[in-house]
């Protein structure tokens, strides 16, 4: 069965927005199709059907392709816990921690588990869309790779380079990838897709060409900048850099941006509500005291991330939103870091030993080695929400006897203050449901405006889909994929 994987000339040139596009678009025209991303490096995460965790692109990539999402999707995912360390993700299980001195010898080991999870997506579907990691032209890393070359190679699948022209530079960025690859790597690459163009792309006609003639290579077509794309799941940290027009009449809603923030798409349905601003606070800055709800979102260090808090005074910011009344929402690992105490007894984050938590919640937190991986519904405030949760950890105490959600299998989940206005959950994902952002948004004083964010997305990736169409040799993709001959229009 045939696959067809892009890989990009850097990190952030649009590589999942577009396979999530290609994989909508072929569905639409009938086929059976699979995502499918070899390594992932990310702290976003989502649980999938089978009780595993992949990278949220992939799961976004799988309701794309109209499927479950599935631990083969996405078969290694690092998630930086450290400057150095990561904790690897196999088959959607955590099995350990890796340091960057050892993962290029671990990652060798790893590849005929990446082939496995490969050829099975291959028995299920007309066509694996495979996304890379990077780019191959980090070629400092080509010895055991598995992300990009290492697995195309593995697989014998033909890659298409995706530029990134919104950045500059585009020409020598496809032409320089060509000029230090290996050639056999090189002879892996089919061709190439400029992304994110705005304007007409007519005035590009002469610069598309020189790329051609330079590498070598064919060109795929030339994909607009994609408005659609802001409605989709944030997967990379760099997109919290990136602001928006603030109204002058809206709510904030501030989230600190911590130095191993996780799964900050939690926040994303907010971004539906017009009578809400969400603005993420780049460390060395304070809290607005405007703010009417401080998250502190998800992490893969929680003692680490603690720490961080008080470096860059934000619990002072905390306490003061908290004295003048202010609502606070603790998101897993920011829900432990809102009690009394953070314990690490076997040492599962760095050394063993516990930390004060900001003792905003009469509760204490003890980390332990099982991850809880589960997709949870239930209802808070009396409305209805579903979610995942992911949390190496086990809170308890007096707040936590007062529950914020009774989840639907009889289970209580998190915990609040006496006031209802420290809010801590270990699950993730519950703004997206309609009900329970319009409870919160009530709260707040705002009124929610009850778009359905599911929906959303799903009508994103279809225009996405459109623009794909339009603008990609779509016909030409499939059939480099299937090893037929290219004539000039499918070019």
Known sequence: MPGLMFQGTGSDVGKSTLVAGLCRALVNRGMTVRPFKPQNMSNNAAVTADGGEIGRAQALQAIAARVEPHTDMNPVLLKPQADRTSQLVVHGRVRGTLGSANYREARRGLLPEVMESYRRLEAQCDLVVVEGAGSPAEINLRAGDIANMGFARAADVPVVLVGDIDRGGVIAAVVGTRAVLDPEDAAMIRGFLINRFRGDPGLFADGYQAIERLS????????????????????????????????????????????????????????????????????????????????????????????????????????????????????????????????????????????????????????????????????????????????????????????????????????????????????????????????????????????????????????????????????????????????????
């Open 216 to 491: 070598g290579w064919r060109g795929f077509g030339v994909l607009p900048w994609l408005a659609a794309a802001g409605r989709l799941p944030s997967e990379d940290a760099v997109v919290l850099e990136r602001g928006r027009a603030v109204a002058s009449t809206a709510k904030l809603v501030v989230c600190p941006i911590l130095p191993r923030i996780a799964n900050f798409d939690d926040l994303d349905p907010l971004k539906l509500e017009p009578e809400i601003e969400v603005a993420f606070i780049p460390p060395g800055a304070p809290i607005p005291a405007e703010a009417v709800l401080i998250v502190l979102p998800g992490s893969k260090a929680t003692i680490a991330d603690l720490a961080a808090v008080r470096k860059f005074g934000w619990d002072i910011d905390i306490a003061a939103h908290r004295r003048r009344g202010g609502a606070i929402l603790g998101l897993c690992g920011g829900y432990q870091m809102l009690g009394r105490v953070v314990a690490d007894p076997l040492g599962i984050e760095g050394a063993p030993g516990a930390v004060a938590g900001l003792g905003l919640l009469d509760a204490e937190t003890e980390l332990r080695p099982l991850k809880a991986l589960r997709r949870v519904s239930g209802r808070a405030w009396g409305a209805a929400f579903s979610g995942y949760e992911m949390h190496m950890g086990i809170t308890t105490g007096t707040d936590a006897v007062r529950p914020f959600a009774r989840l639907d299998d009889g289970a209580d989940d998190g915990a609040l203050s006496a006031d209802g206005r420290v809010i801590g959950t270990y699950c993730h994902g519950l703004l997206a449901s309609t009900e329970l952002r319009a409870a919160l948004l009530g709260r707040l004083g705002a009124a929610s405006r009850g778009e359905d964010y599911a929906a959303g997305v799903d009508a994103a990736l279809d225009a996405i889909a459109e623009e794909v169409e339009r603008h990609v040799k779509v016909d030409g993709l499939v059939k480099l994929a299937r090893g037929v001959a290219l004539n000039e229009v499918d070019w």
